[in-house]
C-alpha cells in the first residue's frame, strides 16, 4: 500500500527565512508528485507538479525537487512572508486515477 | 481563481437527514473527484468520474453516493446522515489528459 509521509508535522520560522519540507513515498512507480498548499478551512492550491521525468519545477520562491530513487521530494521556499502561513501537502500519484496524499506540513511565518 | 464551487460551504444537520453536496465546474473537465478529509488527516478518495454516467468507488468505503448525468456537475448524496459522516468533503476537477488538479473550497458538514 502506498504510503506517503511529510515531516515535519508543523514547522515555525521568522520572516525571511530559507526553508524545505520534505515528502518521502513507498512505491517507486511514480507517474507525477504534486505539492499543494491548503489554508484554514479552505480547499487546496496546486503550487506545483513534477513529472516522473522531471527533476525538479520552479515557480517563483518555490523549488520542488524528485528524487525517484529514493523516494522522496523537497519543497523549497526562499525568503519566507508570513503569508506563506498554510499547510502544504505533497501528493503521489502511480499508474492509477488515484493521488496519494500525506497528512502536510503546517508552516507558520512569524513577522 | 477556482472554477469549481462546492455548496453548501458549511452544514450542520441532525442524524437520519439526506443531504446532497453539490459540485460544479466551469471547465469542461472530463476528470472529477471527491475526497474526504478529518482535521489534521490525510484527503481520502471516496468517490471518482472519467465523464458523463461514469463513477467509481475511492479507495476509502463511504456510505455516500454520487452522480454524473451532466459534465460540470457531481453532486455526493448521504441517504441518511450519522454523526460519523462528520469531516469536510472536497471536490476536485481535471483535464482528461492533464494531472494538475483544481479543488473546490470544500464542504463542512457536521451532524449531531
Known amino acids: 500500500k502506498q504510503e506517503v509521509t511529510q515531516i515535519p508535522a508543523a514547522l515555525s520560522v521568522p520572516e525571511g527565512e530559507n526553508l524545505v519540507l520534505n515528502c518521502s513515498f513507498t512505491d517507486s512507480a511514480i507517474y507525477n508528485l504534486q505539492w499543494f498548499r491548503q489554508d484554514p478551512g479552505k480547499g487546496l492550491t496546486s503550487l506545483l507538479l513534477?513529472?516522473?521525468?522531471?527533476r525538479e519545477q520552479t515557480s517563483g520562491r518555490l523549488n520542488a525537487s524528485l528524487d525517484k530513487s529514493s523516494g522522496r521530494s523537497t519543497l523549497y521556499i526562499a525568503a519566507s512572508q508570513p503569508g506563506d502561513s498554510a499547510t502544504y501537502l505533497c501528493a503521489h500519484q502511480g499508474g492509477s486515477e488515484k493521488l496519494v496524499f500525506g497528512k502536510g506540513t503546517k508552516l507558520t511565518v512569524n513577522p | 481563481e477556482a472554477d469549481i464551487y462546492q455548496t453548501p460551504r458549511y452544514l450542520v444537520i441532525g442524524t437520519g437527514k439526506k443531504i446532497t453536496l453539490e459540485c460544479s465546474q466551469t471547465m469542461g473537465h472530463d476528470k472529477m473527484y471527491w475526497y474526504q478529509q478529518d482535521p489534521g488527516m490525510e484527503l481520502h478518495l471516496i468517490h471518482y468520474s472519467y465523464g458523463v454516467n461514469s463513477t467509481e468507488k475511492g479507495d476509502l468505503s463511504s456510505e455516500s453516493t454520487v452522480s454524473r448525468i451532466r459534465t460540470e456537475h457531481f453532486p455526493l448524496t448521504l441517504e441518511s446522515a450519522r454523526p460519523s459522516h462528520t469531516s469536510q468533503y472536497l471536490c476536485?476537477?481535471?483535464?482528461?489528459?492533464?494531472?494538475?488538479?483544481?479543488f473546490g473550497a470544500g464542504s463542512r458538514l457536521t451532524v449531531l
Open positions: 513534477i513529472q516522473s521525468s522531471q
Open positions: 476536485a476537477s481535471r483535464e482528461g489528459g492533464a494531472n494538475v488538479l483544481t
